[in-house]
Each structure stands twice: as C-alpha cells, then as structure tokens.
C-alpha cells in the first residue's frame, strides 16, 4: 500500500487527501491548527465571517468533483430581487448597469486577450480606456489587487468573464465554507485518513512521498527555498453587521477604483443574528496604502449602498490580507510558469499560487489532483485542466 503525508488540512489538504486516499492510499493529514479549512474556515458566534472564500464557482472543476461525492451539501440561492440590487460605482455614483463601454470585453465573442500584454492597453484597444479601466476594477472581485490593469491581460479576462457570467457562476455554500470542509474531512475520516490537529510540522518527513498542501509563504519556509514566490494581492477586509433596512444594495462594486462589498444574509440569513445584515467588504490595497486607507474607501462605498449604516452598525472588524488571496499573473507569464508542483525528492506542492490553472481555490484543488497523481505514479487520476 501506498503511504502519503500531506501537510496542511485546508482546502487543498483535504482534497489531495481524499483523492489519495480514494486509491487505497494510507494518507496522513498534519494541521498545524486545532481546526481544520485554512483560509476557508468560518468564524464562529453570531457572525459568521469567512476568512477566505465565500463563492464557489460552478463553473470550475471543483465543482463537479464535490457534486460526484456529494460533498457541496445545502446552497443558500440568491433571491432575484436581491440580486436585482447589485450597484456599481462609476464617475462616484451608482448604477445598476455597466457603463456601455464595459460591455465590449464582456462579450462571448470577445476576442482571446493574450498573455503578454497588460490588460489595460489591451482593453483600451478594443473598448476605449474608459471601459476597459471600469471592466479591470470590476475583475477586481476575484482578484484582490490593487491595479488589476497592469496583469496579464489573458490572466484578467478569463476573471473578469467567470465573475461575469449569466446565469451567475458564483454560489454559496450554507453557512459558510466551513460547512463544505466539514463535510470534505468526514469524508475523508470516513476513508481511513488518519487527521492531525495542532500537528504543525517544521522538517519534512522522508519515509513518505509529501503533499505541501499550505500557503506558498509557508511552504517556502519549510522547505528552506527562497524561490517559492509568487505575486498576490493585499486588500483591507472590512466585515460589519448593521440592523436591516429595506433598501439596502446587496453587493457594491467600485468601477472607480477595486473594490466590492457585499452582504452575504442577502442568500443566507442565518449569518447573522435576525434583524442584522451581514456585509463583508474587500478593497485591494497599493503599496503604501494601510488599512486605514481601504477602511476609508469601503466607507464611502458604503455611504452610497447603505444609507444610515453608520448609526445601524451593530458589529465591525477589520484586517488586512497580504498573499492570501491566490496567485495573479503579471504581463508574459501564466499559471505554467508559477513554482512548479514537483519539487523533486518526493515532495510536491500544492495551493494557490503555484502552477495550476483556475481561479482561486480552484488553483488549489487543481494543484492538489496534480500533486497526488505525480506522489502515487497515478496517471488514471481525472486531471482535467482547464
Ligand atoms: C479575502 C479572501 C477571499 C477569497 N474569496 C474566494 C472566493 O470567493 N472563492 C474562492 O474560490 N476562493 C477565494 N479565496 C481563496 C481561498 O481562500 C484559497 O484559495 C483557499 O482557501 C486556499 O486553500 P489552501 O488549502 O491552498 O490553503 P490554506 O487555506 O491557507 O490552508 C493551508 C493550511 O496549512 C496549514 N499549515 C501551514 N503551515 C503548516 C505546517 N508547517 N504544518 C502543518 N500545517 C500547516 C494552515 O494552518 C492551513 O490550515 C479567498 C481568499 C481570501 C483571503
């Protein structure tokens, strides 16, 4: 029988570990945490934050592996009327639709944006800089970075359609991503999988191959390699409850600058207490920006979606998160060219900076197939890339 350790018990770790475990392996998960899901934990008490993700995408490969196992459990749907109250800032006000310009790139027919030019002049040539700068900070919901216009333009573009696609992409687990990972580790408990909590390694084990299932930062440090680097976002997260008001958006995005809030009770109103909202806001940070510079722009787009938020607020929380919201592709470079999953010795890395496609923690689940199929010598494994 095959032996496995995988470090790491969040979203990557439990997915190589089941897809191990699934062909006989004897898989060993090592968390260095007392619970398991990494950045896709959710917070617990009256509001129920998460850290990381709050969409799954269906149109990712994740998607249809959870479903065959049965794994993505109850959604919370977004009712119409809610969605209808979607608003995107431009020229500092709001509106309901895109700016005419915008709706050149989003487009099925839009032509294929290449790899090595920046996504702004490229957009600027097909729908004027106008549009193409309000279509960049719009992809900016998946992407967490400050200047989404200066990345690969191929890089933007498949974002900026996912997050744009009808009948929407995204989805919502019920209750958090929390309940999604409860399920993956019963999952795996169920297959024999041996779980370690609060078990943070710090050498590599060497009597099995090894899944690095963490932050690239974290993998970087453990194995001693200066060269597991990758560009990331940094964005301030602002979370806060205020008490319901008719009226109030369900989701602002700035087309002026990045940035996009978002009340998560508008399709799940159990995340907050009854009578409260639940609003989770993101805006991507420059260098040399502070929180207090991102705090100050979700509360003017806050001013605008949620009139008398301030005097409503029952809860509020704010932080920055640096490289933790997956890789992002700068001009003439793509996924392939990220730090490679084999590292050579029986250790593989998998997580969301490194070379896999896919949007966020599809990056990690594509990783994870990778890095197992390549650990067991398991060419039948669905590696499916996009
Ligand atoms: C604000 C924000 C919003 C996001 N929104 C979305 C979204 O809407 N949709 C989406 O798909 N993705 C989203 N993401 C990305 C998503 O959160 C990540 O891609 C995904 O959760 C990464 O999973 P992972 O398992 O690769 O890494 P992690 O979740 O970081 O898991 C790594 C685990 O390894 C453990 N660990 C680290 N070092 C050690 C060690 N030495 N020994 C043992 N254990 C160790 C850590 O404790 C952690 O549990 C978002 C991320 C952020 C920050």
Redesign the pocket.
């Known amino acids: 029988m095959h032996r496995i350790t995988v470090?790491?018990?969040?979203?990557?770790?439990?997915t190589a570990a089941i897809t191990a475990a699934e062909v006989g392996a004897e898989v060993t998960v090592?968390?260095?945490?007392h619970t398991?899901?990494?950045?896709?934990r959710t917070a617990e008490g009256p509001y129920r934050t998460?850290?990381?993700?709050?969409?799954?995408?269906n149109g990712?490969p994740h998607w249809t592996w959870l479903k065959q196992r049965d794994l993505i459990g109850p959604l919370a749907p977004l009712p119409p009327l809610e969605a209808a109250r979607l608003r995107l800032r431009h020229h500092g006000v709001l509106r309901r639709t895109p700016p005419f310009p915008m709706l050149k790139l989003l487009r099925r027919t839009a032509r294929q944006a290449p790899v090595d030019a920046d996504f702004l002049t490229w957009a600027t040539g097909v729908a004027g800089e106008e549009g193409a700068r309000a279509a960049a900070n719009y992809s900016a919901v998946?992407l967490?970075h400050h200047d989404p216009g200066s990345l690969s333009a191929a890089f933007v573009q498949e974002r900026l359609r996912r997050a744009t696609k009808l009948p929407p992409e995204?989805h919502y687990p019920r209750g958090g991503?929390a309940t999604l990972i409860d399920r993956m580790a019963a999952r795996a408990w169920n297959l024999g999988v041996r779980i370690e909590t609060l078990?943070?390694?710090?050498t590599l084990p060497t009597d099995t191959p090894v899944v690095v299932?963490?932050?690239l930062d974290?993998a970087r440090?453990?194995l001693q390699d200066s060269s597991l680097t990758w560009p990331s976002g940094r964005?301030a997260?602002v979370d806060l409850a205020v008490r319901t008001r008719r009226g109030d958006a369900f989701a602002v995005s700035d087309l002026d600058t990045p940035g996009w809030l978002e009340r998560f009770t508008a399709q799940d109103h159990g995340l907050a207490p009854a009578g409260e909202q639940l609003i989770q806001g993101?805006i991507p940070l420059a260098p040399g920006e502070s929180k207090a510079d991102g705090t100050a722009r979700a509360e003017q787009l806050l001013d605008l979606g949620f009139p008398g938020w301030r005097e409503r607020v029952t809860w509020r929380r704010e932080s920055v998160?640096g490289g933790?919201?997956?890789a992002v592709d700068p001009p003439g470079t793509s996924w392939r060219d990220r730090p490679a999953v084999n590292r050579g010795d029986g250790v593989y890395l998998?997580?969301?900076q490194v070379a896999a496609p896919g949007?966020?923690?599809?990056?990690?689940f594509n990783s994870?197939l990778t890095a197992v199929s390549l650990a067991l010598g398991r060419r039948e494994l669905d590696l499916k890339h996009a």
Request: no cysteine; charged share 15%; glycine share 18%.
């Open positions: 470090i790491g018990g969040g979203f990557a770790g439990l090592h968390e260095a945490h398991l899901g990494g950045r896709a998460n850290e990381g993700p709050h969409a799954l995408y990712g998946a967490f995204a991503w078990s943070r390694v710090d299932a963490t932050s974290a440090r453990l964005t997260l993101q998160a933790r919201t997956g998998a997580g969301d949007v966020l923690s599809e990056v990690s994870a």
